[in-house]
């Protein structure tokens, strides 16, 4: 969920012949609560959740809410990375909030 990291790894992929065909999926979670996002960042192998998202989510009045809404809007960024096909929406314990994603982030895309 690092923007920086899907831009540097987007570009090498795109920098090598072997490669340069290959599009990523890359996996969010709308974040419940900041106690669960630091679990994930410290806990599940090759989750990058940028401490500002963590403090993002302490500060909200509505952490659930608030997590809903950066993962739209990290829909809406990768969807202007080169080289990034789509996003896998995962939310485990929180399934309720992937049809409220989808539907945000679709509005705020523009249709191709």
């Given at each position: 969920m690092d923007l920086g990291v899907v831009r540097r790894?987007?570009?090498?992929?795109?920098?090598?012949a072997a490669t340069r065909g290959v599009f990523l999926l890359i996996?969010?979670?709308?974040?419940?609560?900041?106690k669960s996002a630091r679990w994930m960042q410290q806990r599940l192998y090759g989750t990058i959740i940028p401490d500002?998202?963590?403090?993002?989510?302490e500060r909200a009045a509505d952490p659930a809410a608030e997590g809903e809404r950066i993962a739209v809007e990290l829909i809406e960024q990768l969807a202007a990375i080169p080289g990034v096909a789509g996003v896998?929406?995962?939310?485990?314990?929180?399934?309720d909030a992937v049809p409220r994603v989808?539907?945000?982030?679709?509005?705020?895309?523009?249709?191709r």
């Open positions: 790894y987007a570009a090498c992929v795109a920098e090598h996996g969010i979670a709308p974040l419940r609560s900041a500002s998202l963590i403090e993002r989510l896998h929406v995962m939310a485990p314990a929180n399934e989808i539907a945000a982030a679709r509005q705020r895309l523009p249709r």
